[in-house]
């Protein structure tokens, strides 16, 4: 793609400090969303995909973590190019809800209990834009429409809870969406759900991308989720990106063994009556991710890895080129295939 | 089968009343588990699957019906009686943070179940112990150290012994892997698979995932709104799915193969509520194949092939609905 893309990390490094020691919890990530495009950041717990996407909304918790190192350049709905690492609080604040959207997992923590759904959502449109409230809340009847809420008029005069779950997620999205921002950042934003209504959100949130061509950032641990809504994949394990590509490379050839037993582990439909009559087992990861405090010397990832060998024990691999955009953190990737 | 179920469930049902409006949760649950069987049970949220599993137990009253286990009927029985069968069913919950005590050492969680049913010394209590904590792949160390020294993994295995240190020869095991991440979880999945299968246990198996419970489960009863929509063998209901529910369910997941990215059959709405369920069959407000006719009676569960039942009265259905995973 050669458009400029809307977003572009470069080197950023997130550290908690946690008794008096410094602990990389993002460490050296580089990735870019293009307009239109919807960039899949997976990962496990611990691996940092969260980090990343609070990172670059700049919702850290001074007192936790900050950014230690890294540039995130942004280029906002006037054309103009900011690094969001060197922005004051209240320059954030303009781009957040207006510039940048945002979506979470759990609906029901990001909306506000004592205020109608209409307010919450006609809110943003009165602080970014200055929009009188009667025609905000007309804004907001219209977004909740757009988002696939029947009988939104009577819908936006009622609170989050006489919602079900699903209709709370697409309230959250009508939120994000109300000042037509360049770039959305889902954080899980269907793993609260069910998979009926998960099917219904993605297929939803698909169709808003491509309408506007916005850019999505959207954090997942379900590699289901990816291969249905993602166009490029950033694999994530202990902080670190271990591989990187198009989706549909990515998945015919993991490159990584990180990726490839991630890919393994996942049960697949249809395939298990097989599998139990040959007597096979799930392939599963032995042991578990390493706790950022005690990180191993070399790639992370080799206590866990079946293709381990000393020189991995030794340094972090860089991030090998496999194919133009597609990234391997692993020195044996032209051995290894799935 | 002539030989008598291990588990027999009739008629189950569990209502709630609240201010104005009574929940049906559960209406009219019928099935049978026989020994060394793993059923899974299968639904969305509010489809049940918990409340069963817990009067299954008694650990909640049901409104009405019937658990015959191991030819005892536990709904007569009093709380006395009912803590003499408790020992051969176990529990295993979803969460493996909030169901383990995190004042208590491994080795007093452990034993716990032991003490309340006065089995062994306390000696002999440990032993116990030391060995579950053995089955479920940990260090005999374990035992000394508290729930928080532990990973979401290894503190479901410890969820797991606890079930095991009393030998039981039923387990509910509630969502065991939906907490887990996937590299995890396929290690859990396997442990579960291969204790049932040495110690010859007979488990029901709640989860949300259907993945997971066609590697587990020898049958599988699929569940809707308090009601059963399908029961059939793992590899049948897989390969021929005959409720529209059973299809819509499957079609809903995401395959993690994106030159499969096909069009899905996205079913529209919400779940309805328990207070206010649909007449007649209670998938039919969502179904893609609903007729008029499916507001006016609930569909009885028939067998439309050996062992196959549905809750559907259409079968003219075969072949015109996207097959799963296609």
């Known amino acids: 793609m050669t458009p400029e893309p809307i977003l572009q990390i470069k080197g950023l490094r997130t550290v908690f400090r946690v008794r008096a020691r410094e602990i990389a919890a993002v460490n050296g990530i580089d990735l870019a969303v293009h307009p239109g495009e919807t960039v899949a950041l997976v990962g496990e717990s611990g691996s940092g995909k969260s980090v990343t996407s609070l990172s670059v909304m700049r919702l850290l ?62 809110e943003s449109l009165r602080v970014h834009r200055g929009i009188g409230k009667r025609d905000a809340l007309e804004a907001a009847v219209g977004l909740l429409e757009k988002v696939g809420i029947p009988d939104a008029r009577r819908r936006a005069r009622q609170y989050p809870h006489e919602m079900s779950g699903g209709m709370r997620q697409r309230v959250t999205i009508a939120m994000a969406l109300a000042c037509d921002p360049t770039l959305l950042i889902a954080d899980e934003p269907t793993t609260a759900l069910d998979v009926t209504i998960q099917a219904q959100i993605l297929d ?17 641990h379900n590699l289901g989720v ?21 989706v549909a490379e990515v998945f015919r050839d993991p490159r990584h063994p990180y990726t490839m037993g991630l890919l393994k582990s996942m049960p697949r439909l249809g395939t298990a009556t097989a599998m139990k009559r040959s007597g096979e087992k799930l392939p599963a990861i032995p042991g578990m991710v390493p706790s950022l405090a005690e990180m191993p010397a070399g790639c992370a990832f080799a206590p866990r890895c079946p293709f381990a060998i000393d020189a991995c024990r030794t340094a972090v691999p860089e991030l090998a080129a496999v194919n133009e955009g597609h990234g391997s953190r692993c020195i044996r990737w032209q051995e290894i295939s799935a | 089968m002539t030989t008598a179920p291990f588990l027999s469930v009739r008629g189950l049902a569990k209502h709630y009343q609240t201010r104005g409006a009574t929940l049906k949760i559960l209406q009219d649950i019928s099935f049978d588990i026989a020994k060394g069987e793993v059923v899974g049970l299968v639904g969305e949220s509010g489809s049940g699957k918990t409340t069963i599993g817990r009067s299954v137990l008694r650990l ?8 015959v286990f191991d030819g005892t009927d536990l709904t007569g029985l009093s709380s006395g009686e009912m803590r ?31 003490k309340i049913q006065k089995i062994g010394t306390k000696a002999e209590r440990l032993q116990r112990a030391r060995k579950a904590l053995e089955q479920v792949e940990l260090p005999p160390d374990a035992i000394d150290r508290y729930a928080h020294e532990f990973s979401g993994g290894q503190r479901q295995r410890i969820g797991i012994a606890r079930a095991l240190t009393l030998a039981p020869d039923f387990i509910v095991a509630d969502e065991p892997v939906s907490a887990l991440d996937v590299s995890i979880q396929a290690q859990v999945v396997n442990l579960l698979r291969d204790l049932q299968q040495r110690l010859g246990l007979t488990m029901l198996f709640i989860s949300h995932d259907l993945a997971v419970v066609e590697y587990i489960c020898d049958r599988v009863i699929v569940l809707y709104l308090g009601r059963i929509m399908e029961i059939a063998t793992a590899e049948d209901l897989y390969a021929r799915p005959q409720h529209p529910y059973t299809r819509a369910l499957m079609s809903a997941i995401p395959s993690p193969d994106p030159t499969a990215r096909t069009k899905r059959q996205i079913l529209k709405g919400d779940i309805p509520s328990p207070a206010n369920p649909p007449s007649g069959c209670v998938f039919r407000t969502r179904c893609p194949n609903a007729l008029d006719a499916c507001a006016a009676t609930v569909p009885e569960l028939r067998e439309v092939a050996p062992g196959h039942f ?7 259905l075969e072949g015109s609905l996207t097959p799963p995973g296609a």
């Open chain 2, 310 to 316: 549905k809750a559907c009265i259409r079968d003219d």
């Open chain 2, 60 to 67: 909640i009253e049901p409104t009405s019906g019937e658990v």
């Open chain 1, 204 to 220: 939803l949130m698909q169709k808003l991308q491509r309408e506007r061509s916005m850019g999505m950032l959207f954090v997942t």
């Open chain 1, 226 to 246: 990816v291969a249905e809504i993602a166009h490029r994949v950033v694999v994530m394990y202990a902080g670190r990106i271990v591989e990187t590509g198009a």
């Open chain 1, 61 to 122: 918790a001074r007192k936790i973590g900050s950014i230690d190192a890294g540039s995130i350049r942004f280029r906002g709905k006037d054309g103009k190019v900011k690094d969001l690492v060197a922005l004051s609080e209240e320059e954030m604040r303009h781009i957040r809800g207006n510039d940048i959207g945002m979506v979470f997992q759990e609906p029901m923590t990001s909306l506000n209990p004592v205020y109608t759904v209409g307010d919450q959502i006609s």
């Open chain 2, 84 to 114: 003499r069968q408790r020992p051969r069913m176990q529990y295993i919950f979803q969460d493996p943070y909030a169901s383990l005590s995190p004042r208590m050492t491994i080795g007093e969680i452990l034993t716990e179940g032991l």
